[in-house]
């Protein structure tokens, strides 16, 4: 063990003290050449082993940088990575309460304070393997409250449908396809300007099927969409919902830690009429990657959707039977997520998460005024939470830029040209058929001198762009 903790202290002094870019990545078939990831048949000496550490730490981007703002993560939580370093210790795994003890007591815990802040007084939930397996989840719940015999006996020819909006996170197609429920039978209603799913549009699509003979199911809100942060409105839905028997799911993978500030929560009103929700930890929380939650508000639901025949092997019925959290997880062997996210949450407190929304609003606020005063840039979507999605517009004379398309390619290129010079490492996403640069505020380091340099960049490399075609 002491050598495993001389490698990992120099190459956390390497990860550290690096002046290095946000990214230094070369494309996939330049790296495969500069790096030998060959296996044999013979072992090697530990020295070798610290190289290729050394060389998996250079290559990849700096996320714990305030230039990271690629994702919807961004940052280094300290006791996070130690509880991420810790749980690779103890490799517990969760389905038995016998073998991972305290961390399915945190996680028990993790998930009150969760279901406190969503508003599900008796609610249940179990830690998942992202916002994709929360949403599959909600899905199967819905799924299993229309027609729980489908649990044993299939479709047999039924159709099911189940509706989003047309910003929903790409998982509830795969939700859709894994549940067999069909992609076509996933209906996509649109938003309006805000990004926001149309109650009444929603209306219309569940009489559509009903009029077809077919059963609604599911509606999968978002709180906080991927590409803008729009959050659907949960109270107009809820009652389309309730009057229909249908399923209300949320997907608050990226925005559901609005909750935790005062001032913002109103963002995400009404969340308590959700029956299920989906929440990242990896995401603005940042703790290490995986790290998520099914939230639901019925107690008991998990395990009658998930829980099966032959693990007898595995769950006893003894004393510590109700603790044994496999029951309500499609998995069997589970990574125990939960010490990493309780170490962070106990250090910081809910106000240390508040105070980070707080903190990236007003930067938002301040970066979007920014904007505003710059002739040469364009907002494409309201900003309802971290998102900032605005592009580059050369000058009207420019004869080569007359049309949409044209400005989206610039723009694409814009953002790609910055992560090749090293710069803030930012996305291009396409809202409502133009595309923008996708800056999102996930990093509490960030400050107004760092939005004003990348702006600059921002600016600078477009009209270099725009000059030279
Ligand atoms: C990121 C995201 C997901 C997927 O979550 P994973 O943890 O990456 O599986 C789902 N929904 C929304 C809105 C997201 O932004």
Redesign the pocket.
Known sequence: MQENLDILSRTVEQWVNQNRPVSQTPIASELEKILDLSLGEDGCSSAELEKAIHDYVHYSPDVSQAGFNKL?YSGANKPAILGDWITSLCNATMHTYQVGPVATLMELELINQWNRLVGFEQGEGVMV???????MIGMMLARHHACPDIKARGLEGRTLVAYVSDQ??Y?QQRSANVLGIGTDNLISVKSDEQGRICPEALAEEIETSISKGHTPFYIGL?A???VIGAYDPVAACSEIARKHNIWLHI?????APILFSEKHKHLLADSHLADSF?W?A??LMNVP??A?VVLVKHEGALRQCCAGGGGEYLFHQDHNANYNLGERSIQCGRRADSLKVWLSWKAIGHSGFAKKIDYLQAIKNECISMIQKRTSFEILAPSAYLNIVFRFVPQSDNSNYSDDEAISKLNMEICKTMMREGGPYVDYARYKGKVGVRLILANDQIDSEHIKKLLNQCECIGKELSSNI
């Open positions: 919807l393997s992202g916002g994709s397996q929360a949403n929903c996170h998982s978002t906080g969409t991927t997907d608050g993978a990226w925005g989906a990242d990896h995401k990657i995986t998520a």
